[in-house]
């Protein structure tokens, strides 16, 4: 399969670099990035060694393929967007944290559009290097719900470059269960500066499992069918399997780089407010992160 993934943080190059052992791959990247992949390869370490060989570009524009993969920050989808809007996909799929991400695809793009989630630890330790710091699942199928030929084709290519996923009819549902994961376990990492293991002992055991049940209970308010204990269940497996990874908003804030508050308690806070909930600790979350970034100048 001719595949282009849009992005190449932590995820994204893992996800691509794997792709690139069976499919064509195309990477869409940033100039640093692009240079050693070119030069060297891109080299997957921890739990997959390798070194890939994909197609490497800084333009997005103008470029066809079966499939488009969109591992940009949640900030970044709209230009991703127009961008991917100038070349030919027969399907694109949103591997990316946070809420609204498909919807934004969705007014630029003609194709298919999937949802996906995904589990993997990684991390991007330089330039051409992306390190595998836990095995996870990519989940993924039409974003609004329903079978999906589309997403089975997806679905068995992924299989074959050794990414673990389950094609699922029920995206909704999956990506309000992944944000309350990624509310849960992103900004306390990010705020403690700690691995996402700190999220299963107290004292962040409390706050942590505080926003997931609020995220879930926003979920239900609009009518997702997700429990508390499914949502607290679902948290706590993946800060479990990734327990000394580093989350991507740590990551991020460790960079000094904005974040994807918005799109996830940001996301939660401004879905109760629609429903006239109260998200307490969403709230108080949402509020240190963007202070953080107001702090470095990055908002
Ligand atoms: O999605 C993640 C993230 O870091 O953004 C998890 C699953 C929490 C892995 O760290």
Redesign the pocket.
């Known amino acids: 399969m001719e595949i282009v993934v849009f992005g190449a943080g932590s995820?994204g190059s893992l996800v691509g670099g794997l792709l690139a052992q069976v499919h064509d791959v195309t990477l869409v990247t940033r100039s640093a990035h692009a240079d050693a992949i070119r030069e060297h390869g891109l080299e997957l370490t921890g739990e997959f060694e390798t070194v890939v060989h994909p197609e490497v570009t800084t333009d997005g524009s103008d470029l066809a393929a079966d499939l488009a993969v969109v591992a940009v920050k949640s900030f970044d989808t709209e230009t991703a967007a127009r961008t991917l809007s100038t070349g030919r996909f027969d399907a694109v799929c949103s591997l990316q944290?946070g809420m609204g991400n498909e919807a934004t695809l969705e007014t630029h793009l003609d194709a298919p559009i999937l949802a996906g989630t995904?589990?993997?630890?990684a991390v991007r330790r330089e330039p051409g290097v992306v390190d595998c710091t836990?095995l996870?699942e990519v989940v993924l199928g039409a974003h609004d719900g329903g079978p999906s030929p589309v997403a089975d084709r997806v679905g068995t290519a992924f299989d074959a470059a050794d990414l673990e996923t389950t094609v699922a009819d029920d995206m909704p549902r999956r990506l309000w269960e992944?944000l309350a994961?990624?509310a849960g376990?992103?900004a306390v990492t990010a705020l403690a500066r700690t691995e996402?293991g700190a999220v299963l002992e107290r004292p962040a055991i409390e706050i942590a499992r505080t926003a997931t049940r609020e995220a879930a209970r926003t979920a239900r308010a609009r009518d997702v069918s997700l429990s508390n204990r499914e949502a607290l269940a679902a948290m706590t497996s993946?800060?479990e399997r990734?327990a000394t990874?580093?989350?991507?908003?740590?990551?991020d804030v460790r960079a000094g780089r904005r974040t994807?508050i918005d799109a996830i308690n940001g996301f939660v806070v401004d879905g109760a407010e629609a429903t006239g909930l109260e998200v307490p600790t969403n709230r108080v979350l949402t509020a240190l992160i963007r202070t953080w970034e107001r702090g470095q100048g990055i908002r």
């Open positions: 995820l944290n995904a589990t993997y630890g836990g996870g992944k994961v990624n376990i992103n996402n993946v800060a990734t990874n580093t989350s991507s908003m740590c990551q994807e």
